[in-house]
């Protein structure tokens, strides 16, 4: 029931590039917008098209234990890799509109020379959530999807290292301050 001429502006998209479409659906699985992620570096890596108000996040439908950790993650994509967690698909972090607030866990990038992510980071700590330190990981990559293109690793090493490094407070604080080159 989508009509083309709703959702795409033909004339803005004739020279964009391709694009991995995900579905970003609500826990009933019912669509509520899709976003297409470049396939090259470009100034608009990601588009988002909404067909009604919600909260951008991906993943609500393929959650299946709500009483665990839930991990939130900057990207769908990331997401993907990670046992029960969310991609966050905007590009900033509001609490408010992320649920599981009793049980989750946010997983950013480990770029600890972004000074964004850092405060990021610190941010979280400081408003009392749960966060996943890199401090002591040992694969290079930037997050989870580069993890395991360029290093030896398996998921189930990636997911075991992220469920033994969930910190909060004053150990998270500690471990960011050490991690992070800014």
């Not at 970003?24 to 470049?38: E, N, S, V």
């Not at 009604?52 to 990331?78: M, R």
Request: aromatic share 10%; glycine share 4%; hydrophobic share 35%.
């Amino acid at each position: 029931d989508i009509k083309k001429e709703k959702i795409f502006d033909d004339e803005k998209l004739k020279f964009d590039h391709p694009r991995l479409i995900i579905p970003l659906r609500k826990p009933d699985g019912t669509l509520f917008a899709f976003q297409g992620r470049a396939f090259h570096d470009t100034k608009l890596r990601y588009l988002t098209e909404k067909l009604e108000e919600y909260p951008k996040i991906y993943g609500l439908d393929k959650i299946k234990n709500k009483s665990d950790t839930v991990f939130f993650l900057e990207g769908p994509i990331d997401s993907m890799f990670i046992h029960n967690s969310l991609g966050l698909a905007g590009s900033d972090i509001d609490l408010s509109i992320c649920p599981f607030s009793n049980n989750r866990a946010f997983i950013l990038d480990n770029e600890p020379r972004n000074k964004e992510i850092v405060k990021k980071y610190k941010k979280l700590i400081r408003k009392g959530e749960k966060v996943i330190s890199w401090l002591n990981c040992p694969w290079q990559g930037k997050d989870v999807n580069e993890m395991l293109l360029h290093n030896d690793c398996t998921l189930e090493q990636i997911n075991s290292y992220i469920k033994n490094n969930i910190k909060f407070g004053l150990a998270a604080e500690l471990d960011i301050n050490q991690w992070a080159k800014v």
